[in-house]
């Protein structure tokens, strides 16, 4: 494969220099972002910048897309960093490098999961990216599956309308999991955005001063839902594998 070219490395040079002055206006402007107000800071005329970004939504668009992939990254590499057979370890794994992402980069984690953009509708290729961290989540749970490792459900079952979509979830990309593993997955999912969201957003304020602990307590009570062992197979509390 041939070097790409001088023009080629310029223009992606150039094209991630805006990113970068983009992301400077997330932090400080949200996500009102102005092409006029990037081309500035770059010394640039508005013209030249929509060269590269035909558009404030295709710009948008680019970041919001970098931004998953970076939240993703972060989730995937903290399951990968635990043992395969320590399924809460994972789960939990997983759930600290979210929240500690979010903590690290306000201005992403609000661009994706804050107020809607107004006039900005997402378009098809932000879904896969902003699967990723509910696919690890629940790649956890099929791999306990798998295993024959995870408790049975749990509580309440989920309604036959609840159940239509899981059932459909489960054909577009079948796991080896039970209706009712994939529903506890998805509240577990749901509850890890949602106490994200109150600690990026400030709704902990005068509620929860230790947050971190409190996190975790909330992410264990999830993985106890979803039926995930304590420890791995023959160690503490848990009977080793029969051959």
């Known amino acids: 494969m041939s070097a790409p070219s001088i023009r080629a490395r310029v223009r992606a040079e150039l094209i991630q220099e805006i990113k970068t002055v983009a992301r400077r206006h997330l932090a400080t402007d949200g996500a009102n972002l102005s092409l006029r107000a990037v081309a500035r800071d770059l010394g640039m005329v508005s013209s030249a910048v929509y060269r590269y970004f035909p558009s404030r939504d295709a710009l948008l668009t680019a970041l919001i897309v970098e931004a998953y992939q970076a939240l993703g990254d972060a989730a995937d590499a903290a399951d990968a960093a635990v043992a395969r057979d320590d399924l809460r370890g994972r789960w939990l794994a997983v759930s600290h490098a979210v929240?500690?992402?979010?903590?690290?980069?306000?201005?992403?984690?609000?661009?994706?999961?804050?107020?809607?953009?107004?006039?900005?509708?997402?378009?098809?290729?932000?879904?896969?990216?902003?699967?990723?961290?509910?696919?690890?989540?629940?790649?956890?749970?099929?791999?306990?599956?798998?295993?024959?490792?995870?408790?049975?459900?749990?509580?309440?079952?989920?309604?036959?309308?609840?159940?239509?979509?899981?059932?459909?979830?489960?054909?577009?990309?079948?796991?080896?999991?039970?209706?009712?593993?994939?529903?506890?997955?998805?509240?577990?999912?749901?509850?890890?955005?949602?106490?994200?969201?109150?600690?990026?957003?400030?709704?902990?304020?005068?509620?929860?001063?230790?947050?971190?602990?409190?996190?975790?307590?909330?992410?264990?009570?999830?993985?106890?839902?979803?039926?995930?062992?304590?420890?791995?197979?023959?160690?503490?509390?848990?009977?080793?594998?029969?051959e």
């Not at 992403?108 to 509910?134: F, I, K, N, W």
């Not at 979509?165 to 577009?172: A, G, I, N, T, Y």
């Open 99 to 242: 929240r500690a992402w979010a903590l690290a980069n306000p201005a992403e984690y609000a661009l994706l999961y804050g107020s809607p953009v107004p006039g900005y509708a997402a378009p098809d290729e932000t879904v896969v990216p902003a699967q990723r961290v509910v696919f690890a989540l629940a790649g956890v749970l099929v791999d306990g599956a798998v295993a024959g490792r995870l408790a049975p459900p749990v509580g309440t079952p989920a309604p036959p309308p609840v159940r239509a979509d899981l059932s459909r979830l489960l054909q577009q990309r079948p796991p080896a999991l039970a209706e009712e593993h994939l529903a506890r997955c998805l509240a577990g999912w749901s509850q890890l955005f949602g106490l994200v969201n109150f600690e990026v957003f400030g709704r902990l304020e005068q509620v929860i001063d230790d947050r971190e602990p409190y996190f975790d307590h909330q992410m264990r009570m999830m993985a106890d839902l979803a039926g995930l062992p304590e420890g791995t197979p023959g160690g503490p509390g848990q009977p080793a594998s029969e």
